[in-house]
């Protein structure tokens, strides 16, 4: 394993996660900048121009002056900087995606919670009829590099992860991140770039499970409170894949669902939804990618890393028990995260966890195409599953290697294993915990593999 490093932001600053390409296309933006998400500890979006070892800085405006501000929230004395609020985000930027022109999406704040009119009961809006939403406490922006101009996009839903599918009209799909949020948005983002109107680029729609089994959406219907947390559009199909957080983060007395969406004709009113559950032994999925054959992937907060495969399922998917999530148990392969487990525990599963799960769908890292890649939190490392195996990934120094997502970019697809790489950086929110103190700065990681320790 080479890892190269480098510190950029400040240490006051933290990341949530960063981009370096599209999910789509791991070739564009090639030697380009990365990109960071500063979530509420700044407006300042950190970057990186990796060829030329250049840390800089993206102002991401804040058109509403009401908009909050991170120094709004509860604080105490810091051991490191006293009564200094050093965090001063309004933006509140989670997560950063790459459409296909090289344009960066953000999951970002840009106004008050309360909805505009549109969004509300009385509005003509398709889905405010079907689900009215009267607050959004994160929405959308978009930074074109090439013309350092922003856009916003004003959503009805609150935001967290987003991912674009496959089809013409670039659709942005939208988690919510709790399971209390209920409904599942999406973005036209061609649309939206081509009129600039929030109000008719965007939709929502609740997740309705077919428990009558008749196909259609309908009064027999069970509507479950699950907001996606992660989400994937699927490669394969139109399908919509998602998990929902189970009872110790979502705080609803209910199992984590993993969770696919199949839009329809007309998806604020036609979308109806397949539940899975973990097996036995197995519970709380947190994070989703999928192969491009469309087998889907998850950590578990059992301390399992697990597959699911819904071609394997052998029964009907839909009608009474459905709303179970109990349906497809022959769908699920489940791989122990290793590392000691709990006392008085399943020894089945690990204390080890996971904060994300990212496929390399076009082998960037050099493990194989379609390899599953955990950000395991619990060790310090990525933990990869290969061939039914696990490969711990370690950077070892310096200590306190946290990350929240990764990404595979192809600089150069000549150049073997040096024109590839894994991009992720530190997730910590207190980067100034680890070694350096209150010089530490946070770190983007460039992770490749040799096919040999000798190898040039």
């Not at 900087?81 to 296909?100: C, F, L, Q, R, T």
Request: net charge neutral.
């Amino acid at each position: 394993m080479v890892v190269t490093m480098w510190d950029f932001s400040t240490p006051k600053y933290y990341l949530h996660d960063g981009i370096s390409t599209d999910r789509n296309n791991p070739r564009l933006n090639a030697n380009g900048p990365i990109y960071g998400a500063p979530e509420e500890s700044t407006d300042l979006i950190p970057a990186l121009d990796p060829v030329n070892h250049k840390p800089y800085f993206i102002k991401h405006p804040v058109p509403n002056p009401k908009t909050p501000s991170s120094t709004e929230l509860p604080m105490q004395p810091s051991a490191y900087w006293g009564k200094e609020p050093i965090w001063d985000g309004h933006s509140s930027i989670h997560n950063a995606m790459m459409d296909s022109e090289g344009r960066v999406w953000f999951t970002a704040r840009i106004r008050p919670a309360p909805n505009p009119d549109f969004c509300k009961k009385g509005s003509d809006h398709p889905s405010a009829k079907v689900v009215p939403l009267d607050a959004s406490v994160r929405q959308v922006s978009v930074y074109d590099p090439k013309t350092g101009k922003w856009q916003h996009v004003d959503t009805c839903f609150t935001t967290h992860h987003l991912y674009f599918g496959h089809d013409a009209n670039r659709t942005l799909w939208l988690s919510q991140g709790g399971p209390q949020a209920s409904v599942v948005g999406w973005v036209n983002t061609k649309m939206f770039l081509e009129t600039g109107d929030s109000a008719k680029s965007q939709g929502w729609t609740p997740v309705i499970v077919d428990t009558n089994g008749n196909g259609r959406r309908d009064e027999g219907d069970t509507r479950l409170t699950a907001g996606f947390y992660g989400i994937m559009p699927s490669p394969v199909d139109d399908s919509v894949w998602g998990q929902s957080m189970g009872i110790g983060f979502g705080r609803l007395d209910q199992p984590g669902y993993l969770i696919r969406l199949v839009p329809g004709p007309n998806p604020s009113e036609t979308t109806l939804a397949e539940v899975y559950v973990p097996p036995e032994g197995a519970w709380s999925p947190r994070g989703i990618d999928m192969t491009t054959d469309g087998v889907v992937w998850v950590p578990l907060a059992s301390g399992h890393i697990a597959s699911f495969d819904r071609r394997k399922c052998k029964g009907p998917l839909n009608g009474p028990g459905a709303a179970s999530g109990k349906l497809c148990p022959e769908g699920w392969t489940l791989y122990r995260m290793p590392g000691p487990q709990f006392k008085g525990v399943d020894e089945s599963g690990s204390a080890n966890h996971a904060y994300y799960i990212w496929v390399d769908r076009y082998n960037t890292l050099g493990l194989g195409a379609n390899v599953p890649i955990a950000s395991a939190n619990g060790a310090e490392s990525l933990l990869a599953v290969v061939d039914g195996k696990m490969v711990n990934l370690r950077v070892p120094y310096p200590l306190g290697f946290n990350t929240k997502l990764v990404d595979g970019r192809i600089d150069d697809p000549n150049a073997g294993w040096k024109g590839k790489a894994l991009w992720t950086m530190s997730g910590t929110r207190t980067v100034f915990h680890n070694e350096g103190g209150t010089q530490n700065r946070p770190k983007v990681y460039k992770i490749q593999i040799r096919p040999d320790p000798l190898a040039n």
